[in-house]
């Protein structure tokens, strides 16, 4: 059986050139698929358990939520604020509901803006401790303020459905940050600091409360990465068939009586 005239010395340039265009488009190909799954991987990533930022240096008094930084672990230093404690129902512990106790803290001056410290879990009201008194410092971990639409059924208790912002307003009469805090006792050894800076007596007599939320991937995040991909191995795939037509009518016009080979 004779061989194909496409194996022929002169043809091996254009058979080269077509697998190496096929190649560097498969090759960017996986390149900007990379770079998407990086992309997403970075937005959804555990901040939980990196070392703990100053508060301020990842929210100011009057700034949004940071987006990026949901349960990023924060270092509060401040005042425990008296006569402003709630409890947020709906709030389940090993299967049991119950109660988020949350007591603002204000940042710096005892009367400036309080960010609200969710400092632990009970399943009674009645049975939470106090609020602790004077100056702490401690690591929690930082959360947007919540907005399901819930409502308060009674304003005038202390329980509230949420961490929602202006229905805390009601009950205290300083500003607070865009954010609230949980404090946390799941500390492993050696990830961030222990001692005075990640646990403090506002968590005595509470079980710990657990986060509610951590950094979500949207649907848009690096498509043009993604998009990039599709468009490579295209490009990829029309060279590859641009060099498969061009072969079978090379065969067909060398089959023809009397053609000589190209070039």
Do not use: C
């Not at 389940?92 to 109660?99: L, T, V």
């Not at 400092?119 to 907005?147: I, N």
């Not at 690096?222 to 072969?247: D, H, K, M, P, S």
Request: glycine share 10%.
């Amino acid at each position: 059986m004779p061989a194909s005239p496409m194996l022929r010395p002169k043809y091996w340039g254009f058979h080269l050139l077509a697998l190496v265009l096929v190649a560097i488009a498969g090759g960017l190909g996986m390149w900007q698929l990379k770079a998407w799954q990086q992309h997403r991987t970075d937005e959804a990533r555990d901040l939980t358990k990196i070392a703990p930022e100053e508060l301020d240096a990842v929210i100011g008094p009057d700034d949004p939520f940071p987006g990026r930084k949901v349960g990023q672990p924060v270092v509060v230093e401040g005042t425990w604020v008296q006569d402003a404690t709630l409890f947020i129902s709906g709030r389940e512990h090993d299967g049991r509901d119950g109660y988020w106790v949350v007591t603002p803290v204000a940042v710096g001056e005892p009367d400036g803006p309080a960010l609200l410290a969710v400092r632990g879990w009970v399943a009674d009201p009645a049975d939470a401790p106090g609020t602790p008194e004077g100056s702490t410092a401690f690591v929690a971990l930082l959360q947007p303020p919540q907005g399901t639409g819930q409502v308060d059924d009674d304003p005038a208790d202390d329980v509230l459905p949420q961490v929602r912002l202006a229905d805390y307003l009601q009950h205290v009469d300083q500003d607070l940050y865009g954010a609230y805090a949980v404090i946390t006792d799941d500390i492993p050894d050696g990830d961030w600091p222990h001692g005075e800076t990640a646990v403090n007596d506002g968590t005595d007599g509470l079980a710990p409360a657990s986060i509610d939320q951590l950094p979500e991937v949207g649907r848009t995040t690096a498509i043009r990465n993604l998009l990039y991909a599709i468009e490579w191995w295209v490009f990829g795939l029309f060279a590859g068939f641009i060099w498969w037509r061009w072969t079978r009518d090379e065969v067909e016009r060398l089959s023809e009586p009397g053609t000589a080979p190209l070039g």
